[in-house]
Nanobody, 123 residues
Framework: QVRLVESGGDLVQAGGSLRLSCADAGFTLDYYAIGWFRQAPGKEREGISCIDSDGSTYYVDSAKGRFTISRDKAKNTVYLQMNSLKPEDTAVYYC?????????????????WGQGTQVTVSS
């Protein structure tokens, strides 16, 4: 069974960087697309980026140029490198599996979810 675990969230100042990790200790993620989402207090969960099993990557406009998604198959881990962080990036960040990256980030397209990791960006 897929059990995703996110890590890397922290408190960081505006302009800083963080690298989030999404891993599964017992199930290979090679054949899944992995999406990154975030949810700020009082707001809906929103998609940020997705990486297909073939390594193709996709970003929403707010993430382009600042965030980079990548995967290390040897470590069975997907990363989200976040640079130039802003206070509005403050949220709980989640990773999730899907059969492919559709570009729509509908929650129902994603099957397994992690528990989330908190990112707080101070001004």
């Amino acid at each position: 069974q897929v059990r995703l675990v996110e890590s890397g969230g922290d408190l960081v100042q505006a302009g800083g960087s963080l690298r989030l990790s999404c891993a599964d200790a017992g199930f290979t993620l090679d054949y899944y697309a992995i999406g990154w989402f975030r949810q700020a207090p009082g707001k809906e969960r929103e998609g940020i980026s997705c990486i297909d099993s073939d390594g193709s990557t996709y970003y929403v406009d707010s993430a382009k140029g600042r965030f980079t998604i990548s995967r290390d198959k040897a470590k069975n881990t997907v990363y989200l490198q976040m640079n130039s962080l802003k206070p509005e990036d403050t949220a709980v960040y989640y990773c999730a599996t899907a059969s492919h990256c559709s570009g729509s980030y509908y929650l129902w397209e994603y099957d397994y979810w992690g528990q989330g990791t908190q990112v707080t960006v101070s001004s």
